[in-house]
Nanobody, 125 residues
Framework: QVQLVESGGGSVQAGGSLRLSCAAS????????MGWFRQAPGKEREFVGA????????LYANSVKGRFTASRDSAKNTVYLQMNSLKPEDTAVYYC??????????????????WGQGTQVTVSS
């Protein structure tokens, strides 16, 4: 079992920055992918970015590429999502999730096995 707890959400003006954290507990294997997803009201949950726990390679949605950066601190069992140049369309509940089966990074949210509770990010214009 893996438990994930997000923190770091909040309200910010357009152009600002936030850093989300996702603390993981339980059995974390190097093969896991740690993903970030978001869901705005009335919209589907969408992939934001992900990082492989072992080698640290990353993948991002086109909408956030160049603005968001995923990282991990293995000693703290924590992954981060640094979000810069935020836009009003980034407003959503952000979730971290763990995918435990695949070698490659998976972008489909239904393939992820464990989820955090979510944290709200609100960007005002």
């Amino acid at each position: 079992q893996v438990q994930l707890v997000e923190s770091g959400g909040g309200s910010v003006q357009a152009g600002g920055s936030l850093r989300l954290s996702c603390a993981a507990s339980g059995r974390i294997f190097n093969t896991y992918t740690m993903g970030w997803f978001r869901q705005a009201p009335g919209k589907e949950r969408e992939f934001v970015g992900a990082i492989k726990w072992s080698v640290g390679n990353t993948l991002y949605a086109n909408s956030v590429k160049g603005r968001f950066t995923a990282s991990r601190d293995s000693a703290k069992n924590t992954v981060y999502l640094q979000m810069n140049s935020l836009k009003p369309e980034d407003t959503a509940v952000y979730y971290c999730a763990a995918e435990t089966q695949e070698t490659a990074i998976v972008t489909t949210w239904t393939r992820y096995d464990y989820w955090g509770q979510g944290t709200q990010v609100t960007v005002s214009s």
